[in-house]
């Protein structure tokens, strides 16, 4: 049998496959693009082309695609044959290099936000050459940006891959500060950890929600949930533990580095974390990890659910994206160093993040915002929708110190002058980890924990990117000016610190006095996509976006376009879901069950007045009550609906739906709910809560 160490990456064209197949000189010039930036040399595309073609082929692959990320959120493939007809009635497998480089998808059916108008419909996809392409059943798969014929871009790679560079850029103008002349980039890492539900098949087949939208939308609570803290790291069950076995030997063999596996809090709920590699690649394979996740799910009777919230009342998934800063020589900067000088430059990139969180908090927010997500934070089990900085007790009690230019508790010296004392070594023990914090800073990165677990975790890291870019920018065009450096840094970190200490927070996130306290710092709640989405387009956002180059302006209209009408089409189906299951299953099965306990009663009343037969006559006449109830208010969330739907503005559409859909969802679900606790449980029309939740 092989091992994992002979099939990891079989289906990768990776660095191994490159250097054995290319000419040398064709290798050391992708390379420079992949590790520099350096814009691709034109004549190396075909000699690439070329041998990836014969390494697709030799691993029995018959086509190959422009894989791609459309604003959709997930990923997309069209698949063309090699074959190419040969003149003895043959064919030869083709592949040149205009076809690696360029693919024109038909592209009129994907969001565009009114981008592209329809009469030129057409996108195209550029190779993204820093991903490997890799082999996903018999497809050669080549990562692809996706943009529009005026370049504006379509996907979420192409921003991503702006933000990168924007990032890349102001870090390297601090690190010459600091004389560090050698860095040729800074990239950002990200290793997503992504939580997920495992149901059975068989019961979910059964639900017209579960199949139409991806969670539950009625359900009464099992008698059993997550209160005993059972689940959390238990032993995992044999038909869980054969689907994560698979699931990593697929994504090895696909280059991802599947590392940890855990049960979560919830039951029927699971992690998977990697380790962590550059944001652009994590991006690519954490797509491609939820795709084959509920591949792999599907062969062993299974299916994944990556809804953020798919059983009402127990914790929903989340995605957790640890980032961090490095040079291309491996130096982390938000890693405390040995040196007072390293000191100064990780306490500047440390402000740098502070800055950008606080500056662009409600970036934050809208990058995580989905109608999903949203049932999610601030719901006690995942970060409020307020966006704030755990740092930890030591290293809030540094900063302390250095505002207030008094001496920090664990040194001797009369006060920390940066540049010239040593900190003190940081405590990275991971037992003082706050779970409730958004945005936690754990020792030598940063693990924002707000995504949802369906999100992209490109649009995180192109905020952060860029936030923190912005930051870096301004810092940047401060030191370089300033007579003498040293007292302007001290000078800025202060600054910083004093700004910016309201977005620090070490205590309970799950607090409502949080909330409280957090109104009173000024910052920003945003309780819905509705309610943060429009910001995308304040000036300030949008100035900085464009301002380094992330965004053009009409992309950033076209997103917040995109995006509010996803909030609306995903609540409008979830609310049409629950008219149909309530009038065509709810509804007749309450009352069929009413009416046999209705004949029952008559039945017994046969026997003599002397029967009383009060268990029947309240269970009737509170299930009629129910009944009527139920009608009436799948009729208001019908009408809810139609109202909503006809509203033409969609910024003006998200705000009626969050205001009427959702609470008319809300009450009709409350009887349904209600009515399922008193219905006779083989009537009830489709699998429930404690079958779906402990049905593995
Ligand atoms: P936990 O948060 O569960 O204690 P770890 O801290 O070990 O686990 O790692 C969680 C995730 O963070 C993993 O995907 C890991 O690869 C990633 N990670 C570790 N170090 C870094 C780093 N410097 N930058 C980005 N991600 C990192
Ligand atoms: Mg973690």
Avoid at 36 to 56: H, I, N, S
Avoid at 308 to 331: I, L, R, Y
């Amino acid at each position: 049998m092989e091992t994992v160490k002979e099939y990891f990456g079989s289906k990768v064209f990776d660095d191994r496959v490159m250097k054995a197949m290319l000419p040398a000189k064709v290798y050391a010039s992708l390379r420079e693009t992949i590790d520099e930036g350096k814009p691709l040399d034109a004549g190396v595309a075909g000699a690439v082309a070329a041998a990836m073609r014969d390494w697709a082929v030799s691993k029995g692959a018959t086509h190959y695609t422009h894989w791609f990320q459309p604003l959709t959120g997930i990923t997309a493939e069209k698949h063309d044959g090699f074959i190419s007809p040969a003149p003895d009635g043959g064919v030869i497998m083709e592949f040149s290099g205009k076809e690696l480089i360029k693919g024109e998808p038909d592209a009129s059916s994907f969001p565009s936000g009114g981008l592209r108008a329809t009469f030129e419909a057409r996108g195209y996809t550029a190779w993204d050459p820093t991903s490997y392409a890799f082999i996903k059943g018999k497809t050669l798969c080549i990562p692809t940006a996706f943009c529009a014929y005026g370049g504006a871009a379509l996907d979420k790679k192409t921003p991503l891959l702006r933000s990168m560079e924007a990032l890349s850029k102001q870090a390297l103008r601090i690190l010459k500060l600091f004389g560090n002349t050698s860095a040729k980039r800074v990239v950002t890492n990200v290793g997503p950890e992504q939580e997920y539900f495992l149901i059975d098949k068989k019961l979910y087949d059964q639900r017209l929600d579960l199949r139409l939208t991806g969670r539950t939308l009625f359900g009464a609570p099992a008698p059993k949930g997550q209160e005993m803290d059972d689940h959390y790291f238990g032993v995992i069950k044999p038909r869980v533990a054969a689907f994560m076995e698979e699931l990593n030997d697929e994504l090895w063999k696909l280059g991802v580095l599947a590392k940890t596996e855990h049960n979560e809090v919830a039951p029927a709920q699971h992690e998977l974390a990697p380790i962590y590699s550059t944001v652009n690649v994590a991006t690519d394979h954490n797509q491609l990890t939820m795709e084959i996740m509920q591949k792999v799910a599907a062969k062993h009777g299974l299916v994944c659910l990556l809804h953020e919230k798919p059983f009402a009342g127990v914790n929903g998934s989340g995605k957790h994206n640890n980032w961090s800063m490095a040079t291309d020589a491996g130096q982390n900067l938000l890693s405390p160093g040995e040196t007072p000088y390293e000191n100064a430059q990780f306490l500047l990139f440390l402000c740098a993040v502070i800055k950008a969180v606080d500056d662009y908090q409600d970036l934050l927010r809208i990058s995580v915002a989905t109608a999903g997500n949203d049932h999610r934070l601030g719901a006690n089990e995942a970060p409020p929708a307020v966006v704030s900085i755990f740092l930890g007790d030591e290293l809030t009690a540094v900063l302390e110190a250095i505002e207030t230019d008094t001496p920090y508790k664990g040194t001797e010296k009369t006060q920390m002058k940066l540049g010239v004392d040593v900190l003190p070594k940081f405590n990275r023990d991971s037992t003082d980890r706050n779970r409730t914090s958004p945005f936690a800073f754990t020792g030598n990165k940063f693990e924002f924990r707000m995504l949802g677990s369906s999100n992209s975790i490109a649009c995180a890291n192109i905020m952060l990117n860029s936030a923190v870019a912005e930051s870096l920018r301004i810092y940047a065009d401060r030191l370089e000016g300033a007579e003498d450096f040293e007292t302007a840094l001290h000078e800025m970190i202060k600054k910083t610190i004093k700004d910016h200490k309201r977005i620090l927070f070490n205590g309970n996130g799950y607090d409502d006095a949080w909330l409280a306290e957090a109104e009173k710092r000024g910052l920003t709640n945003y309780r819905t996509t509705a309610d943060c989405m429009p910001h995308l387009l304040d000036k300030k956002n949008a100035d900085m976006l464009t301002g380094l180059g992330v965004f053009r302006p009409e992309e950033l209209t076209s997103r917040c376009e995109i995006m509010l009408e996803n909030y609306c089409k995903t609540i409008l189906i979830e609310a049409r879901t629950m008219v149909t299951m309530a009038k065509t299953q709810i509804a007749p099965a309450v009352e069929g069950f009413t009416a046999d306990v209705a004949l029952n009663a008559a039945r017994k009343k046969t026997f003599g007045e002397a029967i009383s037969c009060r268990y029947e006559t309240a269970l009737v006449s509170k299930l009629s009550a129910l009944t009527d109830e139920i009608a009436k208010k799948t009729e208001a969330l019908e009408k809810a609906v139609s109202a909503a739907a006809a509203v033409p503005d969609v910024i003006e559409q998200s705000a009626g739906i969050r205001d009427t859909v959702l609470p008319a969802m809300e009450d009709l679900r409350a009887d349904c709910d209600e009515a399922e606790t008193l219905t006779e449980k083989k009537r009830w029309p489709f699998p429930n809560y404690a079958e779906l939740l402990f049905g593995v």
